[in-house]
């Protein structure tokens, strides 16, 4: 079987400049949605699931799904801090963080709109479990003070939690001592505090929360069976990047079906908008589909380079798209997060695997819109395309 070069379709598509760049602008525009909800997608993922480690559990109470709504009384964290699947940090204490977190309401800076944000008090261990948070600008609060740390997410998002600035809750002023980055994690968005002060604060006897890290994660199932069987805890543990994981389910999933349906109805144009611009290359070359044939190309060669031009202009397309998308890497929005009512934020993240899947929708789109007017070409009998010629 003789085949058309593919010299061939890139010169009809260059001999119909404007029409390649309209058709293609559309099927760009497509693509640029189907790519930013992947990429929103993924950073919300990233930001809540790295916001945890693979060896450090979290502890609440049981049926809680959040910790805003958990109580951990401190007969039980003692009885937690007992086991012996837990590290030992200096000194052979166990390496436990207690921790309460609250929502306080913040005003914004720009527009003044009130949003909430996570407060979260925490002990000395609290920053040796997580070693991915850096103090980047002023110095770490001093326990027992009303001294507090912020996240570099929200730092300059809110009124009073600048660095040297003072926000006033629970009937108390605190001073912002330093800014941290925690790694475009989930702790990037909240508000760090003496985990003792923020109780009296608040006027609470309970923690919110335990965490720990294990000497060995394989054995996090022994810790596991051993809340479940004791019936003086109430409590079920979570391997963190679980905890976080579940923490973005239903603000992911809204995302991801929102997004892929608005690509799907859109989608639906760009495909019928390179339909008519293949029919309208069919019908515009009938004399040359004729003279292929004449000159001994077979139907399948005349499908074949037709399907190629629309691959060729949805790949265009693609292209223009997915790199446009990649430029809203550079951008940092917020949210709330529906599980626990508060301010996050997060960046688009681009991977391998969004590239990919972003460059085979915009094929498929060409494959489609492309289909029918190429078989159409492919079906022209010689005779008759010579004739109209």
Known sequence: MKAIPLSYSLRNLWARRLTT?????GMALVVFVFAAVLMLGQGLKETLVDTGRADNVVVIRKGSETEVQSVVERSQAALVESLPQIVRGAGGQPLV?????????LTK?????????????????GMVLRPQLQIVEGRMFRPGSEEIVVGSGISGRFRGVGLGEAVRFGGREWRVVGIFDAGRSGFDSEIWGDVEQLLQTFRRQAFSSLLFRLADPARFEDVR??????????????????FYADQSALLANFIRILGLTLSVIFSVGAIIGATITMYAAVASRTSEIGTLRALGFRRSSVLLAFLVESLLLSLLGGLAGLTAASLMQLFTISTMNWQSFSELAFSFRLTPAIVVQTL?????????????PALRAARMSIVSALRES
């Open 21 to 25: 760049l309209l058709t293609a602008g």
């Open 97 to 105: 963080s207690k921790e309460t977190v609250v929502l306080i309401t």
């Open 109 to 125: 800076r720009s527009g003044g709109k009130p949003a909430n944000v996570i407060i979260r008090g925490v002990g000395e261990a």
């Open 225 to 242: 069976r051993h809340l479940d069987g004791d019936p003086r805890l109430l409590l079920e543990a979570k391997p963190e990047r679980t």
């Open 360 to 372: 085979l929708f915009a094929l498929g789109m060409g494959l489609i819109g492309g289909l029918m």
